[in-house]
């Protein structure tokens, strides 16, 4: 019996025109060019929540910054992330290797949707148990990164504000928002605060002062980072970053079931010491408006020396609708004017007003990093309800924390003693602040 193949050309799967272009050099996302019904879903997506504009026929590839939204609301699963998780599991069964891997803060409250859970389960100590039992020589929490982005993140905003020095500071800890101001602003980047990211900084001190305290090799030593952003595999390429594989929330997933782990079952176990959990400032990284209430909870201390949790989200004069957040706060002898920005269509809308704020945290993806595109699959419709849910299960984790400020944190008061001297300092202007550049060339223009 003769079986016939019928060669399908790209032309006939998918309608150029409706589908967002995805180019095959694309750090983050992928294409199954097979499975496209030509919905034009993904292509809506990007122009119309996410605010990337496709009216520039000069462009020399695809405008994208990474973000994923189109892989969270394809109906059939068409674009997926770049997966890197096979590339670990060989890591891991290479005994001439030492392994490390690093949690973002928003992983812990959405993993266990991977597992049939309800939405919104908090595991954290479930989670490193079970990474410890795949075989990672290290699992250490991205939130002690967080930490360390806010302490030097707060002290440039003070810096700032006493020398009146390029008002408002943006916060640069979001992949996708600090691409997407390369491209369409670039005459803006001297806003963006220089700190590296979370899992920049982690990847940094790994690379530094783990490796110096260890007496360990670079050669021999594989970071990996759990993310729940596609943005971060692009984000990794920078060549000052320094960690070497960025696997999202479902890879984890399809990683810890291929080794036959199941979490709801793993014993809990503690992270590992030096990069140890961090403070609850650092797991509300997690959500929208918790950058910008970790940092002035910090900055009110370095100007007052006192300590004051400052909960943005429930200020009596924050405008809670749509996605801008705006407050004024007291805090020593400023009134800052503070907004927290989700939405790049929202952010065209704050740089109209920029002269009136002193301090703007920018995220791409609904309701922050749990919202994030290598977050686990969730129904479309339902998209919104299970954000809110993931990231109230940070802030409750906040709440319960016994350290809720950054420079509380034991590693963090150990690191610059024994390493960093002082925030800002020259070794930390050296080590974990970076520069942005101008992509603006993409455009053609």
């Given at each position: ?59 020399k590839k695809a405008v994208c910054i990474n973000c994923g ?144 305290m260890n007496e360990l090799d670079k050669k021999n030593i ?163 309800e299970i954000n809110l849910e993931r990231g109230e299960a ?52």
């Amino acid at each position: 019996m003769k079986v016939y193949v019928k060669v399908v050309r790209e032309s006939e799967v998918m309608d150029l025109n409706k589908a967002v272009r995805i180019d095959e050099d694309n750090e983050s996302i992928k294409r199954i060019k097979e499975r496209c019904i030509n919905c034009g879903r993904c292509k809506t997506i990007c122009e119309e929540v996410v605010g990337i504009k496709y009216d520039n026929e000069k462009a020399k590839k695809a405008v994208c910054i990474n973000c994923g939204q189109c892989i969270l609301n394809c109906p059939v699963a068409s674009l997926v992330p770049k997966y890197d998780y096979k590339k670990v599991l060989n890591y891991l069964h290479d005994t001439e290797k030492i392994v490390t891997i690093s949690l973002a803060p928003a992983i812990r409250s959405s993993i266990g949707e991977g597992f049939n859970l309800e939405v919104g389960t908090f595991l954290e100590k479930e989670l490193v148990g079970a990474l410890k039992e795949v075989g990672f020589d290290y699992v250490f929490d991205v939130t002690f990164g967080a930490d360390m982005t806010v302490m030097e993140e707060a002290t440039e905003l003070v810096n700032r504000l006493k020398n009146k020095k390029t008002l408002p500071m943006f916060t640069s800890c979001c992949p996708s928002w600090v691409k997407y101001l390369e491209i369409y602003h670039p005459e803006k980047i001297d806003h963006l605060s220089t700190v590296k990211s979370p899992i920049g900084i982690q990847s940094s001190l790994l690379n530094t002062y783990f490796l110096k305290m260890n007496e360990l090799d670079k050669k021999n030593i594989i970071n990996v980072v759990v993310v729940p952003c596609t943005s971060k595999k692009f984000e990794i390429k920078r060549t000052e970053m320094g960690m070497d594989i960025a696997i999202t929330t479902n890879e984890l997933v399809m990683l810890l079931k291929e080794s036959n782990i199941d979490i709801t079952k793993t014993t809990p176990s503690e992270f590992s010491p030096l990069f140890s959990k961090g403070s609850g400032s650092g797991t509300i990284f997690g959500r929208s408006g918790g950058v910008m209430e970790a940092t002035l909870r910090c900055a009110n201390y370095l100007l007052t020396e006192k300590d004051k949790v400052i909960n943005f989200l429930d200020l009596a004069e924050n405008n809670k609708s749509g996605t801008i957040k705006r407050a004024t706060v007291n805090i020593g002898p400023y009134n800052l004017r503070v907004a927290a920005v989700t939405g790049m269509p929202s952010l065209e809308e704050i740089l109209k007003e920029l002269d009136s704020y002193d301090f703007i945290e920018v995220m791409n993806c609904p309701n922050g990093c749990v919202g994030g595109g290598g977050q686990v699959l969730s129904p479309i419709a339902k998209m919104n309800e299970i954000n809110l849910e993931r990231g109230e299960a940070l802030t409750k984790d906040d709440n319960s924390n016994n350290i809720r400020f950054c420079y509380k944190n034991p590693d963090v008061i150990n690191i610059y003693k024994t390493y960093l001297d002082y925030p800002n300092s020259p070794k930390a202007l050296k080590i974990i602040h970076t520069n942005f550049k101008d992509r603006s060339d993409i455009l053609g223009e």
